[in-house]
C-alpha cells in the first residue's frame, strides 16, 4: 500500500491499493476512487445491540466501515482545513484517535472505540467517544488545523481543550474535570471545563476544534 | 472584463468592469466596490431541470455594471478559478458556487443524468448548473482543487459532494452501490463515474452546496 498526502490546507490522502489490500475507515468520506477499486461493508456492533444503537444514536459513532479493495487508488478526505499523518503502528501498538479524525486504516489494524466521560455536570461536557487502533499496519488521521506533537514524560501533567485532542497513545489519561473560576455578578459560582492529561506516551493536539460550527 | 482572485485561504475575486459591460454575483457576496459601479436585482426565471416537472423556479441575483472594480466572496475556504468561456461553450457546475459570471453568459439548471432509485419506481436527477459562453466565469470551491484530464476510455468515480465542475466531452453516469449482501438493506450511495476524454474537477472539501445553490443566486 502507498500513500500520499494531496492538496494543501484541506488535504485528502491518496492510497495505491495492490490486488487484494483492503484499508477501511468511516462511511462517506471518499473523494475519488478507481473504477477497479471494490468495496464493502465491515459491520461494527461490539457489545450487542443496544450497546450499537447507543453509540450510534447518540454518540453518532457509525455501526459499520466501509472497506476499499484494490487493485486500484482511492482518495480520502476529511473535508477540513488541516494536517494529515501517516503513522506506522508496531505489532500491539495502541493509539487512540479522537471521533471523527480517522482516515483510514490498513486492514490488519484492530479497530474498537471508547467513550472519554464528561463531569456529568448539566450543560456542560458530556464527553466524547475516541477510536481506538492497534497494529501492525498503517493509519492515517486528520488534524484540523495545525497538529501539534508532545511526547509526555510519566509525571507530565497539562489541560486541554477536549476539541484540542487528537490523538494519544493508550499510555496517556484523560479526565474531564471542573475548574472553579469565582462568581459571575450575581454571586452564581462559576467554572469551566476542560481535560486533564498525564503522560507518559505521545500526544497529538489539534489546534482547530472540529466540534465548533462550520468554518 | 477581467477576473482575478486574491487571497490564498479564503480568497475573493477581484472583477475589473469596464463601461456598459456588468457582471452577475450572488446577492450579498460584494466585500467592496468602487462608488462607480451602479448595482441592480436581477430575476431570473428558469425551467425546472427535471424532466417532467412543470413551471418555473427564480433565482435573483446582483447585477454590477460598470466602469468599475468590486470584489466578491463566498467568506468560506476554498479556491478560486477563473474561466473564459467561448461562444456556446459551456461549463457544468455541480459542488462549486458561481462567484461571478458575464452578463453575456448564459445561467440555467439542467439534468445532465439519470438513475434509478432502489426501492423506488422514480429515478434519482444529476442537476448541475449550466453556464454558457461567450464571457468570463469565477467558480469556488470548498477546499482544494483536483483537476483530472481523462484519456479517452479512461474512468474514475467519485461521490456527488466530490464533483465540482465537468467541460463538455467527458461522459457520465450515476451509479447507485449498497444494499445487501454487502451493506445493510436501507444503506445506498451513489459514485458518479466519468469516462475520458475531457476533463473534470473534483475538491477536497465536502460542499454544502447543492448544485450550487445558494451562492449561486438566491432561490424564490
Known amino acids: ?215 | 472584463m477581467k477576473f482575478d482572485h486574491l487571497g490564498d485561504v479564503a480568497p475573493v475575486l477581484l472583477l475589473d468592469i469596464a463601461e456598459d459591460e456588468g457582471a452577475i454575483v450572488p446577492i450579498g457576496s460584494v466585500r467592496y466596490r468602487d462608488p462607480s459601479i451602479n448595482v441592480d436585482r436581477l430575476k431570473l426565471v428558469l425551467p425546472r431541470p427535471m424532466p417532467g416537472e412543470i413551471g418555473n423556479i427564480s433565482e435573483y441575483f446582483e447585477v454590477l455594471e460598470g466602469p468599475g472594480t468590486a470584489t466578491v466572496s463566498t467568506g468560506r475556504i476554498g479556491e478560486v478559478r477563473v474561466m473564459e468561456l467561448a461562444p456556446r461553450q459551456s461549463l457544468y457546475l455541480h459542488s462549486g458556487a458561481v462567484l461571478g459570471r458575464d452578463a453575456r453568459t448564459d445561467f440555467r439548471r439542467v439534468s445532465v443524468a439519470s438513475y434509478p432509485l432502489p426501492h423506488s419506481v422514480d429515478l434519482g436527477y444529476f442537476v448541475v448548473a449550466q453556464i454558457t459562453g461567450p464571457g468570463l466565469v469565477a467558480f469556488q470551491t470548498q477546499g482544494n482543487v483536483l483537476s483530472f484530464d481523462i484519456a479517452p476510455g479512461e474512468r474514475i468515480r467519485a461521490p456527488p459532494h466530490s464533483v465540482v465542475a465537468i467541460l463538455p466531452g467527458i461522459r457520465m453516469k450515476v451509479q447507485v452501490y449498497g444494499g445487501p449482501p454487502d451493506f445493510p438493506p436501507l444503506h445506498y450511495f451513489s459514485l458518479v463515474e466519468f469516462t475520458g476524454p475531457g476533463k473534470v474537477l473534483l475538491h477536497s472539501g465536502r460542499s454544502l452546496l447543492k448544485s450550487g445553490d445558494v451562492l449561486a443566486g438566491s432561490a424564490e
Open chain 1, 1 to 215: 500500500m502507498k500513500l500520499e498526502v494531496q492538496g494543501g490546507y484541506v488535504p485528502n490522502i491518496l492510497c495505491q491499493l495492490s490486488p487484494g489490500e483492503e484499508v477501511f475507515c468511516e462511511a462517506g468520506i471518499l473523494v475519488y476512487c478507481d473504477p477497479t477499486i471494490r468495496f464493502h461493508m465491515r459491520p461494527f456492533t461490539r457489545g450487542g445491540a443496544g450497546a450499537t444503537l447507543k453509540r450510534t444514536v447518540i454518540g453518532g459513532i457509525p455501526y459499520r466501515l466501509q472497506v476499499f479493495s484494490g487493485p486500484g487508488y482511492a482518495a480520502f478526505s476529511r473535508c477540513g482545513p488541516g494536517e494529515v499523518r501517516i503513522l506506522e503502528l508496531a505489532p500491539g501498538e495502541t493509539v487512540e484517535v479522537a471521533e471523527h479524525s480517522l482516515l483510514l486504516a490498513s486492514a490488519s489494524v484492530k479497530y474498537d472505540v471508547f467513550y472519554v466521560k464528561g463531569t456529568g455536570r448539566v450543560g456542560r461536557m458530556v464527553g466524547f467517544w475516541m477510536d481506538r487502533l492497534t497494529g501492525p499496519g498503517t493509519i492515517a488521521i486528520h488534524g484540523h488545523g495545525n497538529i501539534q506533537s508532545f511526547e509526555l514524560p510519566p509525571t507530565e501533567v497539562f489541560d486541554v481543550d477536549h476539541g484540542a485532542v487528537l490523538l494519544k497513545h493508550d499510555s496517556v489519561r484523560l479526565e474531564a474535570f471542573n475548574q472553579p473560576i469565582g462568581q459571575d455578578l450575581l454571586g452564581r459560582a462559576m467554572s469551566y471545563e476542560a481535560l486533564r492529561v498525564r503522560g507518559p506516551g505521545k500526544l497529538l493536539l489539534q489546534t482547530l476544534d472540529p466540534t465548533h460550527s462550520e468554518r
